[in-house]
């Protein structure tokens, strides 16, 4: 039994740790200073460049240029 609260508490301290630690890494980067390199590309043209949609048609981004336009970038894998 003494055993089995000990693992317990084990977890529980291992899990606040796991918390602390990922708490401090995204405070880390949000408030990280931004790359001064992506500021020379304000105002400069996108490069043309091709993807797949979710129903494998090619998209050729070419087609937006003069628009705005939100890439997600998310996966189930």
Known sequence: MHHQVAGERMRKVMRAIALVKMSALILTVAFSQPNKNLQTLKGKIVPNFQLRDLNGKVINFSQFRSKVLLL?????H
């Open 72 to 76: 997600n970038f998310w996966s189930p």
